[in-house]
Each structure stands twice: as C-alpha cells, then as structure tokens.
C-alpha cells in the first residue's frame, strides 16, 4: 500500500468504542512510509557506467541514513561461470541464456528475501535488463511483492566514455582477473556486441512503468511517473551524476594556533607550521593532479581554510557549508575545559558522537544534512579539491568511502596531509601525500580529554 | 563565469609577494556562487498552470531564503490593453503583436535590472513563450547579461486540466473582471487556439538550451542540460509538482495538559478541552471537506497530535519531520522559567527568533531545512490533512501564504481551529473554522513572558 493509497478500510474497534483507523510510521529519516519498498532496475548495455550508478545511489542512501543494497546479477552468474568469453553472452547460445536467466532470478529471490526480513528500503539490480521481456518480468515479480519498481537507464553513445568504461572494466571486472588486457578488451567489446543485437531501449510501451532515463549521464535526462518522495529523491540524486572520470583531493586546514592550544571552533590564524602546509600545497597538489588537469579549490568561509588555499593558482569558492562543525556554547575550549564544565555532556557525545548535538550548536547528522547541497555539487563537478575541517572532512570521506556512520565521527584524519580519492566502478580509490612538515594531531580518542598530542 | 568555469587567469599579486586567485563567495544558504543570476523562461499555451507554476516557484524560493521574483508579461501588456478580445492574440494582428512585443520587452528590460541591481537571483519571465524565435530572443538577451537561462515548458493534452484552468481564469484573471463568465470563457478558448496556431513545443533544435519539459504536470519530464546546484534545486522542485485542484488542511492538536500549565515542548497527553477537539475535529473536517474526497491525515509522533486525530476514519501517517520544534534545554519549561534561567538567550530570541536556536535543540531555520521533504511530498499530493504543532504549522502556513521568515514565526495560529489552504493561480484561499471549544492561547507576544492566556 503507498502512501497516497486508496481510504484504508481496516479499522479497528478502540477500548473507546469509537471507530479509528491503525496510523503508519514514517522512517526515521521521516521521510517514507516504513513498509516502503523500491526496487531500482539498472537498464543499459555493458560499459554505460550501471555499476557505477548503482554502487553510487547505495553509498548515497547509507549515507542519509537508508539502508540499501546492490543485488549484483553478474555476482550471482560468476558462481557458475567465473570467466566467461563473449560467447557465453551470445542469445543464440542456449545454455548461456539459461545459465544468466538462473543468476537473474537467484538474485531476484535474495533481493525479496531481503525485503521481507525488513533488512532495508531500497535494492538495486544491477544487469544490463536490456529487453522488454526481461523488464516486465521484473516489474511483475516485484509487483507480486509489494515492491515498486524504478527503471534507470542508462544510455550512451559518448565513444570516449565507453572506451574509458571498457579499459576500466578490463583492469578491475573480476571477469577478466589475470587475463591480457588486450584480449580482455577484446572480449568485452564482443560481449557488447553480442547484447546490442537485442537490446531495447525504454519506450513508449513501458509508460506504464517508473523509469529514467539517463542520456550521456547528465546532459539529458527522461523521467516517467515517479510516485512517492524517497523515488523522486533517489531521482534527484540521479539526475545530478556523471561518469566522466575525475578525482577529488580533500585536505585539512594547516595547523592553526587553536590548535596549538588543544582548542576547538573558531576562527583562529594559521600557526607557524600551518603557514608552512600553506606554501608547501600547491607542490603536494602539483605532484598528485600532474600539469595538464583543471581544478577548482573550495574552501569554508573560515580563515585557515582561505589562508591554506592562498597560494593554489586554482578558481577558488568559499563555502558557507563547509565551515567547520558548530560546537555552540563549547566553542574555543579545550576538551578538558568541556570535560569540566560539561561532564555529562562530554559523556553523552562519547556514547554517540554521531548524533551528539553540542549545546546551541550541531551534531555529525546535522552536517551530514547541511553537507547535501556540497554533494550534489561535487556529483556535479570534475576535479575539485576542499580545504576544509577535521569534522566536515570526515563527513565527505565518509560518503566517498562508504564509512558506516557509528565509525566515521572516529576516523582520523591528520593536518597537513593531502588525500586523493578517484571513484571507480567497483570502489574509491584512495592515496594520502603526506607534506614533511610537523603538526599537532588533534586526534581524540573515546573517553580521553587529553590535549592534542604531538603527532609521531 | 560559473563555478564550474574554465581557470581563472585574473590573478593578483599579495604583500608577501605570492600569486593568488580571489575567492568568490556562496550566498547565505551556502547553495550556490552569489553572482548566480537564473531567469525560469515559462513556456506553454494558455491554461496550462504556468502561472501557478511560477508563483509556487517564488514561493518556495522565499521559504529557502533564496531572493526571487515572477515579471508576468501579461500585466506588462494589460498596462496598455488593459481588456483584450481574442482577436488581440492573433498572429495576423500586426498592433496586436507589436503591443505584446513590447510588453515582452518591457518585462525583460526589468528583469536585468533587477537582476543588475543585486536583487535576487532568480527571476521567473512569466509568458506563454510559444515560439522559438522568441525564446532565442530572451536567450541571447540573458547571455549578453550574464543570466544563465532555464526554460519551463508545461504540456498539456488532459482536457479536465484544461477545462478546469479554463474556468478558474474567466473568474480570476484581470482580463476578464466584470464580464460574463460564459463569454469570457469563450473567448479565452479563441485566445488559446490563436497562439495553437503558431505554437512550437521545445524540441531537438533547441539542444543548446537548459530546460525542462513537464508534460501532464508531474507525470512525464525532460530534463536537458541542467548546469548548476541552484537550477538542478528548481528542476527537482518541478518535478515534484502537479496541477490538479486539491485542499491542504491544517489543525493545531487539541489543547494539552502543558499548555495548560504554559510549558512548552514535551510530549504532554490531551487536556479534557483537547480531548473535547478530537471528538470534534471529524465533524469539522466533514463540513470543510464535504462527503466525497478522499483525504490522508498526517500527524507527527507526538502523543498529543496523535490523539487528537485518532477519531478521523481517513488513512494516517505519523511523521517524525512533523514533530514541534525542539527546544533543548527549555523542553518543558513556562517562558517565565526560560526568561529566568536563560535571560540573555530569551532576549536574542526575541530580536531573531527566525535564526534563534535553543541550547541543544533548534531554531524556525532549522525547522523549514527538516521540513523540505514534507513540502515536496504535499506537492506530489492531493488533499491531505495535518494535525502538528504551533511553530511546525507556521512554517508549513508561511510556504503556501508567502509568509517572509521575520513575520513566520510571531503568527497567531489558534488552537482548536482548521484552516483549510487552497492553492489557486494567483493566490492562495484560506477558510478557518473554528471550533466553539474554548481553549487558552499559546501566543506569546515579543518581549512578553506571561503565562499562556485564556482566549477571549
């Protein structure tokens, strides 16, 4: 039943003798009925970034806090068959057909048998469903569950995109482990092949369904009858991504003088060594992005996040958002100086850093929040590097990184280091360059109000 | 030059003798480059909710703290032909089209001002734009200005729609006061098939172009080349929306045992007058809902909001976003408490209480952010009725009345009253029915701690 749904005629009688009508819940992200249920159906031939897409929207949804899965068909058919050649994909190949239609459905099985141990909101199948037959029976399978349905293709005919997605595929698909590229490339364009000869795009026929359609990812975009808010979210979500490569380089401020003192908020100056991190950046950066790329700098609206950025010949943005956590009636004390004035509260943030709300100021979740709109536009974007802070820093990593949200509050994250992170299909690449120059590490374990330590 | 622009060469040298780029800032919602200038060019035939759509469009921008306004083409020309006949529409009137000419202009050369004078950021040329030729026009007009342009094509063959836009313009437009209605509305369907005539929807010549195509509002859209957070913020906006006619209403629960005592907050159960609303409030809906629509009840979870809906035979939805303003550290405490032991945080409250946030709960801002998801689902649906609480319904009451944030949160919203909104072309209807159950009022005037007053 959806939420818009017909006049709920199952009442109950109330110790009252008055007639009611039982209420549902929405999630506790409030933003759905509980009993929601959505599958997204990845539509598209091999190399057209499904992977990605779907690997992306889950990593999205944990990160607000939904739970979603990727039910992954070519996992299930690499069981059975863990190298196939082009061949295999060949329709004209009976057992081939009959041994993808079994990974198709195995998958299909696991996925509403994750539904119904009430395990989360949203899975995503990830195939090529390149025809209508094969569509219609997911939609039908998933109707008989009470799941709704949401097509997303997506296609492409940007040559340099595909070629990019095939070289990829050939270095990272688990199909081709320790094969010659070469061949392995080869392969994978027979492969194509062979699904163009059947492929049907998304049509007129399918009005009936919940689709997009995603046209050289981002540039035009087709969407079809969503009905409910967590759809048209996921959507939005959609709507906002490309598959161009690209990295994002994330950097903390240099050391400041708050750090210095053990102090936390503010809007202090760079310390001696912060001034260092200042100059040596656009070395560090130059060794990681290499001459030729563009890049565009984004920074808080704090000094030591402009003060660091100064010396990048970049465009540069200042972001409101990317300040660092509100620490409220805590800010510019030591963790000490909390301990003491705040001891209970310091013990409360200790429990649950994640949703710890400082008095008068924010928890993790509320930057989460805030940090949506700083999301989208770095989905939107190429290479981009953020001068940011410790807490902010976290949040972005977190989402990149897929870091489970009772985790990412406690990662460590030093000064004066520049991390690299380049999504690919299956995971984020990460490397960190470390610039040689000393700083405090403002690193609090559980439980310790000690002042920040000298990093080893 | 847009965020996402090409290198910025405009470098200049510091004190210390090191190159720099200059920062650009975001605005205040940290959403956007403040030199972010978007015209929404509305396309489409007559009677297909353009109008509608542009005011929600400025509407919603307000609530979000966005600066923006509508330029409607048709009062521009209505200040010379202030009555026109059908005829005035027809291509083959040459004083006809020179008049509508110059009123396009005339709105046009408004809108750069506006838009020079740092006024906004979003403007909305409301017209029917029906040509190619003339949305070239604006095109070029807006790129010689730096205004990025976004185009809003509203299709629609669903003649129920039609007829009923038609009959709400022969008894709303200005054009038409004082005339009969059978005939006015005659001679608005010739006016519509004048502009049938030389109408060209958005189609493959028009590629280059940012826009999006909503075809049966809400069912069908096209998205192409969306180019920024701020536009893609718009379009997710859009998609959400529909057309049909509906009602939203809106009920404060039934007075509770702390408003009785004056606290605030708290998670009270009914007082016997609260109680006596409950048992009210599903004759009250029937006489403002009338026997045949259908309706959906959503309340927050708090008990209070909860009970008093508890008697209505509709489908309910309890949702956490609709829970009352979170007062932190003042949860369950009179003003009179809250003046005593937080002097100077009652004082600030005062003087702002839009961005005022109590100590370890929340301000109206915070308030509207965890509110967008409710907005976006009344948008997606029909008639619904939500029974929540005195600040959650002020900010839901600012959205459809266009209420600015210093005024939202001093707005006397009574207990024991239904307020029933209904979203027309160029307002939105407000009824309030009160029910004859006394009760006191919550209303605090600025700079007053009295306890709560029994309503006269």
Same mark, same amino acid.
């Given at each position: ?14 110790p009252?003798g008055e007639?009611?009508?039982p209420?549902?819940k929405?999630n ?5 009925a509980e009993?929601?249920?959505?599958? $997204?159906?990845?539509v598209?031939?091999p190399?057209?970034?499904k992977?990605?897409?779907a690997?992306k ?6 990160w607000?806090?939904?739970k979603?899965?990727?039910f992954?068909v ?10 196939p050649?082009?061949d ?7 057992e081939?057909?009959?041994l993808r239609?079994a990974?198709a459905?195995a998958?299909?099985? +696991? ?5 119904a141990e009430?395990?989360g909101l ?11 037959k094969r ?5 039908e ?9 949401l097509? $997303?293709e997506?296609?492409?005919? +940007?040559?340099d ?7 990829e595929?050939?270095?990272t698909? @688990?199909?081709?482990v ?7 490339a ?5 492969r194509?092949r ?6 049907q795009?998304i ?11 995603l ?5 035009h ?6 009905? +409910?808010y967590?759809q048209?979210r996921?959507?939005y979500?959609l709507?906002?991504l490309h ?5 994002i380089?994330?950097?903390r401020h240099?050391?400041s003088?708050y750090n210095l003192n ?6 202090a ?6 001034e ?6 656009p070395?560090l950066?130059?060794q990681?992005?290499g001459d ?10 704090l000094?030591r ?12 943005l200042e972001?409101k958002?990317l300040?660092e956590l ?14 003491e ?7 409360q943030?200790?429990e +649950?850093?994640?949703n ?5 100021g924010?928890?993790?979740?509320d930057v989460?929040?805030?940090?949506e ?8 974007s190429?290479?981009?590097l953020?001068v ?5 820093l976290?949040?972005?990593?977190a989402?990149?990184m ?11 994250v @030093? ?11 299956y995971s984020?690449?990460?490397?960190r360059?470390?610039a040689d120059?000393?700083? $405090?590490?403002t ?5 310790s109000?000690a002042?920040?330590q000298?990093?080893a």
């Amino acid at each position: 039943m959806t939420v818009n749904g017909e006049f709920n005629h199952d009442m109950r009688r109330v110790p009252t003798g008055e007639f009611m009508t039982p209420s549902r819940k929405t999630n506790g992200v409030g933003v759905q009925a509980e009993d929601t249920k959505i599958c $997204v159906v990845m539509v598209g031939l091999p190399a057209r970034g499904k992977s990605l897409i779907a690997q992306k929207v889950v990593r999205y949804l944990h990160w607000l806090s939904i739970k979603a899965k990727t039910f992954n068909v070519g996992q299930y058919r690499r069981t059975n068959t863990p190298n196939p050649s082009a061949d295999f994909f060949d329709t004209s190949n009976s057992e081939g057909e009959r041994l993808r239609r079994a990974a198709a459905e195995a998958a299909v099985n +696991d996925m509403c048998k994750w539904f119904a141990e009430g395990q989360g909101l949203i899975a995503i199948l990830d195939a090529t469903n390149s025809t209508k037959k094969r569509r219609r029976w997911i939609q039908e399978r998933c109707d008989a569950e009470g799941i709704e349905t949401l097509f $997303v293709e997506s296609k492409c005919d +940007d040559e340099d995109i595909i070629m990019s997605n095939i070289l990829e595929v050939k270095t990272t698909s @688990p199909d081709y482990v320790g094969q010659d590229p070469e061949s392995a490339a080869q392969d994978f364009r027979n492969r194509i092949r062979n699904y163009e000869r059947v492929y049907q795009t998304i049509d007129e026929d399918e009005f009936d369904l919940t689709y997009v359609k995603l046209i050289d990812v981002g540039k035009h975009v087709i969407i079809n009858q969503i009905q +409910d808010y967590l759809q048209s979210r996921v959507v939005y979500y959609l709507m906002n991504l490309h598959i161009r490569p690209r990295s994002i380089w994330l950097s903390r401020h240099g050391e400041s003088q708050y750090n210095l003192n053990g102090k936390i908020g503010g809007d202090a100056e760079l310390s001696e060594r912060g001034e260092m991190y200042a100059r040596a950046l656009p070395g560090l950066v130059k060794q990681s992005v290499g001459d030729s790329r563009k890049l565009t700098v984004w920074t808080s609206t704090l000094r030591r996040t402009i003060a660091t950025a100064r010396f990048l010949e970049f465009e540069k943005l200042e972001w409101k958002a990317l300040d660092e956590l509100d620490s409220g009636v805590c800010d510019g004390l030591t963790y000490a100086e909390i301990e003491e004035r705040y001891p209970d509260d310091f013990k409360q943030r200790d429990e +649950d850093k994640y949703n710890y709300r400082y008095l008068g100021g924010e928890s993790y979740r509320d930057v989460v929040i805030r940090l949506e709109p700083i999301i989208m536009e770095l989905e939107r974007s190429e290479n981009i590097l953020i001068v940011t802070h410790q807490a902010i820093l976290r949040c972005i990593y977190a989402y990149f990184m897929n870091v489970p949200q009772e985790r990412s509050p406690w990662m460590e994250v @030093p000064l004066h280091t520049l991390i690299k992170l380049t999504p690919k299909a299956y995971s984020t690449q990460e490397e960190r360059l470390k610039a040689d120059i000393p700083a $405090v590490s403002t690193f609090r374990e559980k439980g310790s109000s000690a002042k920040h330590q000298e990093a080893a």
